[in-house]
């Protein structure tokens, strides 16, 4: 006779009803390159054209609207000569209040040198280092003070202070320069490149610009740790209603938005934690936008970073 089932066998075997596999979540559509990218080239290839007819048309004529350069707005400081340099200044600055750094990724001629510097950089296969440091943002800010500030500080603050408490330290400094008592109109000159600097003086400033500020401080290193006009726009930027926001119902956080960012910026983790981009070295270039696979980004008014 058959023996009997081994009954402690018989409950090692339970039958399983097997479940189907559950569908995986729809994954974003692999990183692909910025639509921004020729838009925003194409913008700064009309910004500099700009300012070649500039050029012309001074020589040209001998005379011609004052440089459209915001250092020229030194200048207005120290002499009260109003010229385009500061009004573009000061436009520039309202432009920031309300858009954020728009200008910056879109309008500024040192910009498009490291674009087309890192751009160059990648085609040849040179990869950068970036160098990181704590102290690198408050370069901006200090060059800041020093161009536009110091000079009103000197001579409004520290001079009558030395006249009265050590005025041998104050004839030791010499003439300084004025604080304006008036404005007068400098738009348009005759000598357009006397404050310019030599073509020896600009090209190796341009190469440290370009090459060597991409390959150590990374894409738009400049214009994060070492632009004068940085350190305004920053502060600036950081009360302005203007930035990147985020749908979250269509995020998932793939990161998308950072590998493509050349402004240094966390794109990814700002928006998890914000709801919105709050890095004022957001220059809007709008890289992000483009390659969210969800378009779950987008150019918006919302709350300043500073709320």
């Known amino acids: 006779m058959p023996s009997p089932p081994d009954q402690t066998d018989a409950g090692r075997h339970v039958p399983l009803t097997v479940l189907p596999s559950p569908t995986p979540p729809e994954r974003g559509r692999r990183l692909g390159h910025s639509r921004m990218g020729r838009r925003r080239a194409a913008v700064l290839i009309a910004v500099h054209l700009l300012i070649l007819a500039h050029i012309i048309h001074w020589l040209a004529t001998g005379r011609t609207l004052s440089p459209v350069e915001p250092s020229e707005s030194m200048e207005t400081i120290e ?79 520290i001079e009558p202070a030395l006249d009265t408490a050590w005025p041998a330290a104050r004839a030791a400094l010499g003439p300084l320069p004025g604080v304006p008592t008036e404005f007068r109109n ?27 500020t991409v390959y150590f401080l990374g894409a738009k290193g400049f214009c994060t740790y070492g632009c004068p006009y940085g350190g305004i726009f920053s502060p600036v930027d950081r009360i302005a209603p203007g930035r990147i926001i985020v749908d979250h119902d269509k995020c998932e956080g793939c990161g998308h938005c950072t590998a493509v960012c050349t402004s240094n910026v966390r794109v990814h983790e700002e ?16 890289d992000c936008v483009s390659v969210c696979p969800k378009e779950a980004l987008f150019l918006g008014f919302g709350a300043p970073a500073i709320a």
Not at 114 to 133: A, I, N, T, Y
Not at 271 to 286: E, I
């Open 79 to 157: 002499t009260g000569l109003v010229n385009a340099g500061a009004i573009f200044f000061l436009l520039a600055i309202l432009s920031t209040l309300i858009f954020g750094r728009f200008f910056c990724g879109w309008g500024c001629h040192i910009v498009a040198l490291q674009d087309l510097c890192g751009w160059l950089m990648k085609k040849c296969g040179v990869r950068p280092v970036p160098f990181r440091s704590r102290l690198l943002p408050l370069i901006p800010i200090i060059l800041a003070f020093y161009m536009f500030l110091w000079p009103t500080l000197l001579k409004g603050v």
């Open 186 to 212: 400098e738009l348009v000159q005759e000598d357009y490149w006397a404050t310019f600097p030599t073509i020896a003086v600009a090209i190796p400033f341009l190469l440290i610009c370009g090459f060597a």
């Open 271 to 286: 928006v998890r934690d914000y709801g919105a981009v709050v890095d004022p070295g957001c220059m809007k270039c709008l």
